[in-house]
Structures are given as structure tokens and as C-alpha cells.
């Protein structure tokens, strides 16, 4: 049986808000899907009463969007982590910490990165997303091995992660290869090296037979050099 909180005292809004979004949190987790974050069970869970609930909350869009950014401070943390040593290295270890931390937390991602927001503007989980993502490509350009404005390649990369882990969790039984850490890795390579490539081609591309043969003398000279270090 739920024991019903006693009524808040002046100043402890905060404190409640918080035991709110605790009880809502163990739901989504227990339940692993946003349906199970009504207002009344929330309410209960909490020892509150619903009008409780919306004195914090404007609605349950507002509720489940609240209780899903308490994780994103994680994914700031993830990039931290992988932002030291060579520039476009780390890029690419922020990117594959970035697919692992949306698979990791699939339910907050959906809601968070995946229908429209609950209110007007940028949302915070996309703005904070973006700022993480331009702070690590700012560095690949200082170094020149990206060229352009560092948001429109941001926005780049950040599609290219962003669609690939979006597939894996809207559509869970599209036969997905075995390796899934490998997929994740071919994309942000992918990304990564065209981003760096795209930079510096010409406007009109070149015939196919002749870009193939550049690239492969490209090729052929990075790996010769990776031999010799």
C-alpha cells in the first residue's frame, strides 16, 4: 500500500519535484516504456496527490520529458571522457560513445530525440547534443582535418550517428548484423572520413574510374605510412 506524503512545507517544492521525478524514473525503468508514466501512477508511486503532480508538471508530455534528461548529464560526461589526444581520434570515440549511450538508454533517446518536444523551442537533450557535437568537431578543424564551419559539419556528423541508432531502436527485428558495435563503427567511420574528404573535393566531382584511382593511391599512401609507424 502507497503511504500518502504528507502536504509540502513552504520552500520544499523543490524537494518534492524531485521525489516526483524519482518515482517516475522507477517506473520507466521497471516498465521500460514511457506508457507507464500516467500522472495518477507517477502520483501514487510518489505518496502524492495528482493535483501534486501538475502543480511541477504542465501534463504528462512535461513529466516524461522531465524524468528523461536526469540521464543526459551521462552522455556530457561520455564526451569528456573520449574528448583527450588527437582531434579527429577522439571525434570518432565521441561518436561511437554517443550510439552506445542512446542504446544504453533507449527509452529516454525515443522520447527525447525522437517524437517532437513537449515545449517550444530547441529541446534541451537536442541543444545539449549539439553543443557536445560542435565542441568536438571545433577541434578537427583547428587542426584542418575537417575544413567548413564546425555546426554545418556537426550537423552532419551528428545525422549520420543520430540515423543510425535511431534504426536500431525503432526497428529492433530488422536483421541487424550480429556485431552490432561493428555497424556503429563502420557508420561513424564512414562519417567521419567523408566529412574530412568532402572538405577538400572540387565542386564538380571527378569520373568515377578516375576518383576510384585517386582514392586508391589515396589509400594505398595512408597505409604505407601506418606500415612504416
Same mark, same amino acid.
Given at each position: ?23 517516475? %524514473? @522507477? ?6 516504456? &514511457?506508457? $507507464?508514466?500516467?500522472? +495518477? =501512477?507517477? #502520483? ?20 516524461? %520529458? @522531465? ?6 548529464? &551521462?552522455? $556530457?560526461?561520455?564526451? +569528456? =571522457?573520449? #574528448? ?146
Amino acid at each position: 500500500m502507497t503511504t500518502r506524503r504528507v502536504r509540502a512545507r513552504r520552500g520544499e517544492g523543490a524537494l518534492l519535484r524531485e521525489e516526483i521525478l524519482c518515482a517516475a %524514473e @522507477a517506473l520507466l525503468t521497471e516498465a521500460g516504456t &514511457e506508457d $507507464a508514466l500516467t500522472v +495518477r =501512477a507517477v #502520483a501514487e508511486r510518489a505518496g502524492v496527490s495528482t493535483p501534486s503532480v501538475y502543480l511541477h508538471f504542465a501534463d504528462k508530455d512535461a513529466l516524461v %520529458e @522531465a524524468v528523461c534528461l536526469r540521464v543526459w548529464d &551521462e552522455l $556530457a560526461r561520455l564526451f +569528456r =571522457a573520449n #574528448a583527450h589526444g588527437d582531434p579527429f581520434a577522439a571525434m570518432g570515440r565521441c561518436g561511437r560513445a554517443y550510439a552506445r549511450f542512446a542504446l544504453d538508454h533507449p527509452v529516454q533517446y525515443r522520447v527525447l530525440m525522437m517524437r517532437p518536444s513537449a515545449g517550444p523551442g530547441v529541446p534541451p537533450a537536442a541543444r545539449e547534443c549539439f553543443r557536445l557535437m560542435v565542441e568536438t568537431v571545433a577541434r578537427c578543424v583547428e587542426e584542418r582535418v575537417l575544413e567548413g564551419d564546425p555546426e554545418t559539419l556537426a550537423l552532419g556528423l551528428w545525422s549520420a550517428v543520430h540515423g543510425c541508432v535511431s534504426l536500431f531502436i525503432a526497428q529492433p527485428s530488422f536483421p541487424w548484423p550480429a556485431d552490432q558495435e561493428a555497424l556503429i563503427d563502420h557508420i561513424v567511420k564512414i562519417a567521419g572520413y567523408g566529412a574530412a574528404l568532402y572538405s577538400r573535393l572540387p565542386p564538380a566531382p571527378p569520373p568515377s574510374a578516375e576518383l576510384a584511382a585517386e582514392l586508391d593511391a589515396f589509400g594505398a599512401r595512408l597505409a604505407a605510412r601506418s606500415a612504416d609507424d
